[in-house]
């Protein structure tokens, strides 16, 4: 099993900035892919970033060139670096994991809060 925990997230002002982590509960063995969603009420879970095993990176167009996914595989963290936040970017933002040793597996973070209001 694996245990996905974010943290980072907060109040900020528009134009600030914010780092998300997410710490994963032990290394993962047959990764796919790492990324961050974000979800607001009412609203379906959309894709902030995504990056493979093998360094493809992907971005939502609504945070292409403010944000930025990265990872510190010795500490088995993923990040999001937030910049030039927008009052859209308020939302519950969740930490994915995709991994496929027999059939495909799904994990998912509590999420984290993040609001940007003035």
């Known amino acids: 099993q694996v245990q996905l925990v974010e943290s980072g997230g907060g109040l900020v002002q528009p134009g600030g900035s914010l780092r998300l982590s997410c710490v994963a509960s032990?290394?993962?063995?047959?990764?796919?892919?790492l990324g961050w969603y974000r979800q607001t009420p009412g609203k379906e879970r959309e894709l902030v970033a995504r990056i493979t095993s093998g360094g493809t990176v992907t971005y939502g167009d609504s945070v292409k060139g403010r944000f930025t996914i990265s990872g510190d595989n010795a500490n088995n963290t993923l990040y999001l670096q937030m910049n030039s936040l927008k009052p859209e970017d308020t939302a519950v933002y969740y930490c994915y994991a995709q991994i496929f040793i027999y059939s495909r597996l799904d994990y998912w973070g509590q999420g984290t809060q993040v609001t940007v209001s003035s």
């Open positions: 032990r290394s993962i063995v047959s990764l796919n892919a």
